[in-house]
């Protein structure tokens, strides 16, 4: 399967102009290719493919006055930059057709220097590499230092480089692992376990282990607050607005990537510890038009339970995402009577037919196991995976690499 792994790259001075040149080349390009599917749609003609729209738009616009400075940047950049425009009319007719899983798709739309995130994706084609020194050396913009955090487990087929809002720089290798040596870095276990979802616990699982919510948004909003006051009081255009706007940025950033490290080692810790795991499968965008949205984008519930998708493909453990519509909260998971909805006060209950305490979130718990079918595997009876698609988008997860610097 192919994960991503992302690194902190420090670019110079020099490097940055660089950089920023190669943006600003690849988001014209990306515009004129809207601009020029739009032009023909709106003049009843056939739509363009992709081979004619990087011969009039890169190629031949290279050899004009107005666009002879796309030379200065490497063509593999300016071309993943038409792909990606192709990629998003895809994504746009099949959402028309009905074809597309998910929300519906808009149209293609014009990029902004000002966007909040800048990216530029070099392939193999581009011929970059990672130095002896560690650095990665770049066409046409240099060899960027590198912050390696861990070590790539295979040679990477590509690296995207991208800005973020709060001007750091980073650098997302996409690579190919063997499935089989992944999993056998994580021998089978017999252990399984069902996990509840909420606000005052991030998580409570059948074992009945609770897990705190750490409620990251919650203890930034004071200095977050702050921030935005002192944003919004600056004056528009100016120097200082431009700093009180990083400043506000890298504390959103720095609320995002404590939630992320939450979630990765949360999840690995459950995906290296149980065969099966079962979850419930929530509506987070019907939560997160109630009074609760904050402390619901807070817990970030989507991003958690994505990472365990691709954790269990990549490992070859089971995850078994039960309906949304299952009664776990009001079922007696001793006895399985159906006792009635409770308020979420009532955080204890004692079943009417057989007398049993219950914890409210452990109860819950045990019968998302019990409903995924995990409950019988307790016993030591294996838990084989399913098929279970990957999530690609995924930052990969902290591993067990082979050689330092294997590309």
Same mark, same amino acid.
């Given at each position: 399967?192919?994960?991503?792994?992302? #690194?902190?790259?420090?670019?110079?001075?020099?490097?940055?102009? +660089?950089?920023? !040149?190669?943006?600003?080349?690849?988001?014209?390009?990306?515009?004129? *290719?809207?601009?020029?599917?739009?032009?023909?749609?709106?003049?009843?003609?056939?739509?363009?493919?992709?081979?004619?729209?990087?011969?009039?738009?890169?190629? %031949?616009?290279?050899?004009?006055?107005?666009?002879?400075?796309?030379?200065?940047?490497?063509?593999?950049?300016?071309? &993943?930059?038409?792909?990606?425009? %192709?990629?998003?009319?895809?994504?746009?007719?099949?959402?028309?057709?009905?074809?597309?899983?998910?929300?519906?798709?808009?149209?293609?739309?014009?990029?902004?220097?000002?966007?909040? !995130? &800048?990216?530029?994706?070099?392939?193999?084609? @581009?011929?970059?590499?990672?130095?002896? $020194?560690?650095?990665?050396?770049?066409?046409?913009?240099?060899?960027?230092?590198?912050?390696?955090?861990?070590?790539?487990?295979?040679?990477?087929? $590509?690296?995207?480089?991208?800005?973020?809002?709060?001007?750091?720089?980073?650098?997302?290798?996409?690579?190919?692992?063997?499935?089989?040596?992944?999993?056998?870095?994580?021998?089978?276990?017999?252990?399984?376990?069902?996990?509840?979802?909420?606000?005052?616990? /991030?998580?409570?699982?059948?074992?009945?282990?609770?897990?705190?919510?750490?409620? /990251?948004? !919650?203890?930034?909003?004071?200095?977050?607050?702050? *921030? &935005?006051?002192?944003?919004?009081?600056?004056?528009?255009?100016?120097?200082?607005?431009?700093?009180?706007?990083?400043?506000? +940025?890298? *504390?959103?950033?720095?609320?995002?990537?404590?939630?992320?490290? #939450?979630?990765?080692?949360?999840?690995?810790?459950?995906?290296? %510890?149980?065969?099966?795991?079962?979850?419930?499968?929530?509506?987070?965008?019907?939560?997160?038009?109630?009074?609760?949205?904050?402390?619901?984008?807070?817990?970030?519930?989507?991003? #958690?339970?994505?990472?365990?998708?691709?954790?269990?493909?990549?490992?070859?453990? +089971?995850?078994?995402?039960? =309906?949304?519509?299952?009664?776990?909260?009001?079922?007696?998971?001793?006895? =399985?009577?159906?006792?009635?909805?409770?308020?979420?006060?009532?955080?204890?209950?004692?079943?009417?037919?057989? =007398?049993?305490?219950?914890?409210?979130?452990?109860?819950? +718990?045990?019968?998302?196991?019990? @409903? *995924?079918?995990?409950?019988?595997?307790?016993?030591?009876?294996?838990?084989?995976? =399913?098929?279970?698609?990957? &999530?690609?988008? %995924?930052?990969?997860?902290?591993?067990?690499?082979?050689? @330092?610097?294997?590309?």
């Amino acid at each position: 399967m192919q994960l991503r792994y992302a #690194f902190r790259v420090y670019p110079d001075a020099g490097q940055r102009i +660089a950089l920023a !040149r190669a943006f600003g080349c690849a988001r014209v390009v990306f515009n004129d *290719a809207v601009r020029a599917r739009e032009d023909a749609r709106k003049a009843g003609r056939p739509f363009q493919t992709a081979a004619v729209l990087s011969r009039t738009l890169i190629t %031949e616009a290279k050899r004009t006055v107005e666009r002879s400075w796309l030379g200065e940047v490497s063509a593999v950049v300016l071309q &993943q930059s038409l792909r990606d425009a %192709e990629t998003a009319y895809r994504n746009f007719f099949a959402s028309l057709k009905g074809t597309r899983k998910g929300p519906k798709v808009r149209a293609p739309r014009f990029k902004s220097r000002k966007d909040a !995130r &800048q990216s530029i994706r070099f392939t193999a084609n @581009a011929r970059w590499n990672i130095t002896d $020194s560690g650095r990665l050396c770049l066409p046409k913009i240099g060899a960027v230092k590198v912050k390696w955090s861990r070590t790539l487990p295979t040679i990477p087929t $590509s690296v995207t480089v991208i800005k973020d809002a709060a001007g750091r720089y980073f650098a997302s290798f996409v690579v190919d692992t063997d499935s089989a040596v992944d999993r056998a870095r994580m021998p089978e276990t017999d252990h399984t376990v069902g996990i509840d979802f909420g606000l005052t616990h /991030f998580a409570v699982l059948s074992d009945g282990t609770k897990i705190d919510s750490p409620r /990251f948004l !919650r203890r930034a909003e004071k200095k977050l607050k702050k *921030a &935005q006051r002192e944003l919004s009081r600056k004056q528009k255009g100016s120097k200082n607005r431009a700093k009180a706007r990083l400043k506000v +940025a890298r *504390a959103h950033a720095k609320v995002a990537d404590t939630r992320r490290e #939450f979630h990765h080692q949360l999840s690995t810790k459950l995906i290296s %510890e149980n065969q099966g795991i079962a979850v419930e499968d929530l509506s987070v965008a019907g939560l997160a038009r109630t009074r609760l949205a904050k402390s619901v984008h807070d817990a970030g519930w989507s991003t #958690f339970v994505g990472m365990l998708k691709y954790k269990a493909e990549r490992y070859g453990r +089971a995850l078994v995402t039960i =309906g949304r519509f299952e009664s776990t909260s009001q079922t007696c998971s001793t006895c =399985g009577v159906k006792d009635g909805p409770k308020p979420l006060n009532v955080r204890e209950w004692t079943c009417t037919a057989c =007398g049993t305490v219950h914890d409210r979130d452990h109860n819950a +718990a045990l019968n998302v196991k019990q @409903a *995924a079918g995990l409950a019988a595997s307790a016993c030591g009876a294996p838990v084989r995976p =399913g098929a279970i698609p990957a &999530q690609r988008e %995924e930052t990969g997860s902290h591993g067990l690499p082979t050689d @330092a610097r294997a590309a």
